[in-house]
């Protein structure tokens, strides 16, 4: 297996600094300094380089009600490996866009990781198709204007009992 640098980062709103962050901070002095970087709060508006410079999108998003995260690094082309059972689900498609497991098993998550990182074929094509799947299914011009559509229809149909 080629050895790959990882990096770390977390998106958090200041208010969760502190113990979090000390904690974090803390983990990243036991990580093998050569192959993992801790590289701490990204602000949302540069993401978009991080997303693009990497390989894998892993977040297992506990909790994670939609997980917009993972529509984000879809659509910069990453397989995503996360949890099934919150946001995760709902954005990632398993088998075709990333990697699912269940909430409840470490070992799955970490097993997912290691699969994409070893399978360049698997982790090239789930990439291709999360591109694709987003582009295509949440296009916002494209959505707004179905939803526009759909609510124009609503309104041209007659109530009952309704004047007119």
């Not at 269940?102 to 591109?131: C, M, V, Y």
Request: charged share 25%; hydrophobic share 35%.
């Amino acid at each position: 297996m080629q050895q790959r640098s990882i990096r770390l980062g977390e998106q958090r709103d200041d208010d969760q600094e502190g113990y979090r962050g000390e904690v974090l901070e803390q983990q990243d002095r036991q990580l093998p300094r050569q192959r993992v970087h801790f590289i701490g709060k990204i602000p949302r508006q540069q993401l978009f380089h991080y997303y693009s410079g990497a390989d894998i999108f892993a977040f297992p998003g506990i909790e994670e009600s939609l997980g917009m995260v993972y529509l984000e690094a879809q659509s910069c082309g990453l397989p995503v490996v996360a949890c099934a059972d919150w946001g995760g689900g709902e954005a990632v498609l398993h088998k075709q866009t990333g990697l699912l497991s269940r909430g409840t098993s470490a070992s799955e998550f970490t097993a997912n990781i290691r699969k994409l990182a070893e399978d360049d074929q698997l982790r090239h094509s789930l990439a291709a198709a999360a591109r694709a799947h987003i582009t295509e299914h949440h296009d916002l011009k494209k959505n707004y204007t179905g939803l526009e559509h759909k609510l124009s229809s609503l309104c041209r149909c007659r109530l009952p009992g309704a004047a007119g």
